[in-house]
């Protein structure tokens, strides 16, 4: 009884999967009537235009990416008073902390030591007792100004034009948190 329940059902089970044969003509057809009808919208595609290269004639001006741009719309300042400050600036017996730039300097301290203030600056892990008129940094910087909070001092740079200026620059007290 169990082999034919079997049979019977395997039976049915072709029938169902003759029934599902495709019948596509249909679909097909429909298919077919739709590409007819689509029509392509594609814009034209014009020639290029013709170039025409055109000589550069602005050789003879003042490069604009050049110094002599800033210079011109500066004015040009006195070259003999730019040369008189860096002068000035090397005139003095060079100083240790001269051989570090000012960035890894770091104000720890500030006392006040016979009527004169000092600051305690750390560089490279070493304390330095400075004190007004010592010279810092990189950029020929001495110190104008010692205070509780911060060291104030004058450096002699290069501005873009290639000129001598004095820029004040300070020196923050760094404190740790507790």
Request: proline share 6%.
């Amino acid at each position: 009884m169990k082999h034919a329940v079997c049979l019977l059902t395997g039976v049915l089970m072709l029938a169902g999967l003759a029934g599902c044969a495709p019948d596509n003509e249909e679909l097909v057809h429909w298919m077919e009537q739709e590409h007819r009808a689509v029509k392509p919208n594609v814009a034209p595609v014009y020639p290029p235009k013709k170039f025409d290269p055109q000589a550069y004639a602005g050789n003879e001006g003042i490069d604009p990416f050049g110094s002599q741009k800033l210079i011109a719309s500066t004015g040009g300042s006195s070259a003999k008073s730019s040369s008189a400050l860096l002068a000035a600036a090397q005139a003095h017996r060079p100083e240790p902390l001269e051989a570090f730039p000012l960035d890894s300097m770091t104000m720890v301290g500030a006392m006040i030591q016979g009527g004169r203030a000092h600051a305690l600056l750390r560089v490279d892990n070493l304390l330095h007792d400075v004190k007004v008129g010592d010279w810092i940094g990189q950029n020929y910087g001495r110190i104008t100004k010692i205070t509780e909070q911060e060291v104030t001092l004058n450096e002699t740079v290069q501005d873009a034009t290639g000129e001598w200026i004095e820029r004040t620059s300070t020196l923050q007290l760094q404190e740790k948190a507790r």
